[in-house]
């Protein structure tokens, strides 16, 4: 299975670049191969959110991790490394979510569809989601099972889930400064669960 058909499409561009044709070009391969052993030892959902929240993010990250190590990289610089092309993927989402700031009442969009999108993007199967807030000045909810944290201790890597968490601040500096995006601790960093506060910017 190939990296273009997922969430890291510019893989191969980011390994070449970084170690040149021949060694980028040698980890692209070795990580696909990975890649797809890890596809093998996965059942597919009925739920296609899920499908993509495992097969087109959770494990090519944790394949690129798995083949640094694998291929003589350090646990720290394979993090680093693998930190580099989640925050690469957050960063095109923080683009696409700046989109909304260009539109009137951006907050109230925001809002109308916060839960439809929760409900639809992090279903039941993979996360419990609770509401705590929803109203005009912020958004609230907690995620207290999260099948990234699942995953990534499945195949023995719990802090590739750091990465992750850390990724959602990136992605929602799109929305500021119409939204302001808060936590105060996430799963991946031992709190018992990660709280998302999106917070009107003119209040």
Request: charged letters at 30%.
């Amino acid at each position: 299975m190939d990296y273009k058909e997922t969430d890291f499409g510019f893989l191969y561009d980011d390994l070449t670049e970084e170690y040149g044709n021949e060694q980028g070009k040698r980890l692209y391969i070795c990580m696909c191969e990975k890649y797809t052993n890890l596809c093998k030892q996965e059942t597919k959902s009925e739920n296609q959110e899920i499908n993509k929240h495992i097969f087109k993010r959770l494990l090519p990250t944790i394949g690129i991790y798995l083949t640094l190590i694998e291929n003589g990289f350090t646990k720290e610089q394979a993090l680093m490394i693998t930190h580099k092309e989640i925050q690469h993927d957050a960063h095109s989402v923080a683009k696409e979510n700046a989109k909304l700031t260009k539109m009137p009442f951006t907050y109230g969009l925001f809002k109308m569809f916060a839960k439809s999108h929760m409900d639809k993007k992090y279903p039941t199967e993979g996360f419990t989601v609770e509401w705590k807030r929803h109203d005009k000045k912020e958004i609230h909810f907690d995620i207290s099972r999260c099948i990234y944290k699942d995953m990534c201790e499945k195949y023995s890597c719990p802090e590739l889930c750091t990465l992750f968490c850390q990724s959602d601040a990136t992605a929602f500096s799109g929305y500021e400064p119409k939204i302001k995006f808060k936590r105060k601790g996430t799963l991946g960093g031992g709190a018992n669960c990660c709280d998302f506060h999106f917070i009107h910017g003119n209040h």
